[in-house]
T-cell receptor, first 115, second 115 residues
Framework: KAGVTQTPRYLIKTRGQQVTLSCSPISGHRSVSWYQQTPGQGLQFLFE???????NKGNFPGRFSGRQFSNSRSEMNVSTLELGDSALYLC??????????????FGPGTRLTVL | AQSVTQLDSQVPVFEEAPVELRCNYS??????LFWYVQYPNQGLQLLLKYLSGSTLVESINGFEAEFNKSQTSFHLRKPSVHISDTAEYFCAVSVRGSTLGRLYFGRGTQLTVWP
């Protein structure tokens, strides 16, 4: 079974631009979560989608948004990029049924650099 | 609110030596506990998790962790490490009984195994 895939793996953008990251979960998984990983803040939860609905959201500004499609693939969008948005963005998928006991399977991440 | 503290940011050890990576958590509700490992340029992989039952849980590659409720700890141990164990290790919790799959992570411990 294929793992979680994220595209692109690397991105370089400039301040003020917007960016869209994509995540394809493991087949059969209906929950997709996004995390931001930085050296300063560690791993921080962005949001979780299940069956095309956002069911949980972390403490990030409205510039960070996401969506999930009917095939469970998910995208996250960051508008008006700031230098502090430079990070590794990780996507995780799970079955989404047992939720807090589910094993979350992580993709390799998208490394975003904002210049 | 949930918080996870990993007491050591870096742990250097020699090959075949024992190692302990410490993790303490704080939560007003019951939690499930996880250890994830991140190898360079990769996403996170689940190492082991404690949901219920025996407080000692083991992974397939020789790591074990013990849940101590009174000390709110979930330390990770391995009796003899290999160079291939060099990676960053993250302790995480999720809220027991929650319908949401959010993980709360510690800041990570970089384990470096020297020959």
């Amino acid at each position: 079974k294929a793992g979680v895939t994220q595209t692109p793996r690397y991105l370089i953008k400039t301040r003020g631009q917007q960016v869209t990251l994509s995540c394809s979960p493991i087949s059969g998984h209906r929950s997709v979560s996004w995390y931001q990983q930085t050296p300063g803040q560690g791993l921080q939860f962005l949001f979780e989608y299940f069956s095309e609905t956002q069911r949980n959201k972390g403490n990030f500004p409205g510039r960070f948004s996401g969506r999930q499609f009917s095939n469970s693939r998910s995208e996250m969008n960051v508008s008006t990029l700031e230098l502090g948005d430079s990070a590794l963005y990780l996507c995780a998928s799970s079955l989404g049924v047992a939720t807090s006991t589910d094993t979350q399977y992580f993709g390799p991440g998208t490394r975003l650099t904002v210049l | 609110a949930q918080s996870v503290t990993q007491l050591d940011s870096q742990v250097p050890v020699f090959e075949e030596a024992p190692v302990e990576l410490r993790c303490n958590y704080s939560s007003s509700v019951s939690v499930y506990l996880f250890w994830y490992v991140q190898y360079p340029n990769q996403g996170l992989q689940l190492l082991l998790k404690y949901l219920s039952g025996s407080t000692l849980v083991e992974s397939i590659n020789g790591f074990e962790a013990e849940f101590n409720k009174s000390q709110t700890s979930f330390h990770l141990r391995k009796p003899s490490v290999h160079i291939s164990d060099t990676a960053e290790y993250f302790c995480a919790v999720s809220v027991r009984g929650s319908t949401l799959g959010r993980l709360y992570f510690g800041r990570g411990t970089q384990l470096t195994v020297w020959p």
